[in-house]
Structures are given as C-alpha cells and as structure tokens.
C-alpha cells in the first residue's frame, strides 16, 4: 500500500487487486466472498468484516495489522464527517484513549 496517498479502505483493495492484475472474481473467489460483495467493498457501499480483513491481507501478503488500521481510520473518518464534528473532536478522543488505557492497567479495574 502506498503511504503517501490516502485513499480509503475500499480504494486501497481495489488498487492492489489491480496492481496484482487479479480480477474481481479471481479475488473473491480465493477470499471466500461473493464477488458482488467484494465490489460493494471497493466501491465503499460496504463494510467487511474483521475476518474479511484477515483473508484479504493474507491473500496481498500484507500486514494484518496495518489494513486494519485503515479500516478502522474509515470508520472514524465517516463518523467525523456524518456528526460534522471538527479535528478537535480527534485531540479530545486521543485524550480519552489515554484515560481508558490507564485506568485498565490499574489493578482491580476491568
């Protein structure tokens, strides 16, 4: 995946499918999905699943970990422009992630 260009989650799947030169079929296929399915995920009408995530990593050969990432900076993304909400919204969640992790390494707190 190309770090220097932001593209959505679905975006960045169809950029390796193509860039691979696997077509639609071929690629859902190997993943265990409707092909309908996977396009909707491309086209961004869709959202897969966390298992879907895992198939399409390993069927790129690309970390896990960072595709999820993306996923995940979609979701938070779409969020951010559904409420209209501002970048500070991001400073006052990134607090909050802080304050959440440092009361689950407090014993006694679960």
């Known amino acids: 995946m190309n770090k220097n ?5 679905g975006e960045q799947v169809r950029l390796l499918r193509e860039e691979a030169k696997f077509s639609l ?18 086209r961004n009408d869709r959202q897969p699943t966390k298992e879907q ?3 399409i ?12 990432k993306e996923f995940i900076s979609d979701q938070i993304a779409y969020k951010i422009l559904e409420e209209e909400a501002d970048l500070d919204t991001l400073k ?9 992790k440092s009361k689950k390494s407090v014993p006694g707190n679960p």
Request: glycine residues 4%; positive net charge; without cysteine.
């Open 53 to 55: 995530i895992k198939f």
């Open 5 to 9: 260009k932001v593209a959505t989650f």
């Open 92 to 100: 006052v969640a990134e607090k909050k992630i802080q304050y959440l």
């Open 25 to 42: 079929r071929e690629v859902a296929e190997q993943i265990g999905i409707d092909t309908s399915l996977l396009g909707k995920i491309e």
């Open 57 to 68: 990593a390993k069927f790129f050969n690309i970390d896990e970990k960072n595709l999820i």
